[in-house]
């Protein structure tokens, strides 16, 4: 179950398991696609957040893509402070 795709930007998606898809950019990891019993795709970012739910597999994985192309904000105010006293 190592099907790798290679795809534009030098982003590396690996099929882990069946229906788990892990990116990758310069071994950095970008986020993961599951796919529901229902065949649908929800994607999720590297903190594991979800995305979206997609019906295509390249839909899903473009989401995270973009994702990680765009600072997202810390979920949790603790974020914040740590280390802060």
Request: aromatic share 10%; glycine share 10%.
């Amino acid at each position: 179950m190592n099907d790798l795709h290679q795809h534009p930007a030098g982003v590396l998606w690996a099929c882990v398991e069946d229906g788990f898809h892990v990116g990758s950019r310069d071994g950095e990891f970008l986020g993961y696609v599951d796919r529901q019993p229902d065949g649908h795709y929800f994607a999720f970012n590297a903190r594991a957040q979800h995305l979206g739910e997609f019906s295509a597999l390249h839909d899903a994985t473009t989401a995270v893509l973009a994702a990680s192309e765009s600072p997202a904000p810390l979920s949790g105010a603790n974020e914040d402070a740590i280390g802060v006293s």
